[in-house]
């Protein structure tokens, strides 16, 4: 008998929509995702100044989707640690809610009350290749973390996707919970 893997291969492109935070800017942005300003703003065009982004918005960040240890689908960002961050810290400022205190957690060796100062750590950042048995007319998606403010309807009027296929592509989600990630459709 053989285990199967719950991935098999992931795809070239995802989206992280990385709300941006009072204090934060591109430069900060692309240096946490390891991507230059300019790529970010292929994906971007509501940014008119690469200098100045409103806090309180979104930004989408391209990056590869990969099948993890032949079990989920997700990508694994280096981040260097700054004075006082906890795996906590990382998951809900650094990485604006894309990734959970857990997650940070479960793939480094560090002890979450001693995170030093400067280290290199692990983030992994889960993503979705979208599923041909749901419609087909959508190839790339955005890891989508929910604020407090959101729910099925702001969703699907940001995103422009019909509210019914957000409910497909994510089963069992709960959009009215005001945290959790989701897979959104997105343009690429």
């Known amino acids: 008998m053989y285990a199967e893997?719950?991935?098999r291969s992931g795809c070239n492109l995802a989206m992280a929509s990385y709300y941006v935070w009072e204090g934060s800017n591109?430069?900060?942005i692309s240096n946490i995702f390891g991507q230059t300003i300019p790529e970010i703003l292929r994906y971007n065009p509501q940014v008119p100044n690469q200098d100045s982004v409103a806090s309180g918005t979104r930004v989408n960040i391209p990056f590869s989707c990969e099948c993890l240890n032949g079990d989920f689908l997700g990508h694994t960002?280096?981040?260097?640690?700054e004075i006082g961050d906890t795996y906590y810290k990382v998951a809900r400022v650094a990485f604006s809610n894309l990734t959970t205190e857990y997650w940070v957690q479960r793939v480094n060796t560090y002890d979450p009350t001693q995170v030093p100062d400067f280290a290199h750590i692990n983030v992994t950042v889960n993503c979705s290749c979208g599923d041909k048995h749901v419609?087909?007319?959508?190839?790339?998606?955005?890891?989508?973390p929910l604020r407090v403010d959101e729910n099925l309807s702001s969703v699907a009027t940001k995103s422009g996707v019909p509210a019914e296929l957000l409910l497909r592509f994510n089963p069992g989600s709960n959009f009215n919970a005001g945290s959790g990630l989701v897979f959104v459709p997105a343009k690429g």
């Open 77 to 81: 960002f280096k981040y260097i640690t």
């Open 5 to 7: 893997a719950k991935c």
């Open 26 to 28: 591109l430069t900060y």
């Open 135 to 144: 419609s087909k007319d959508y190839g790339l998606f955005a890891t989508y």
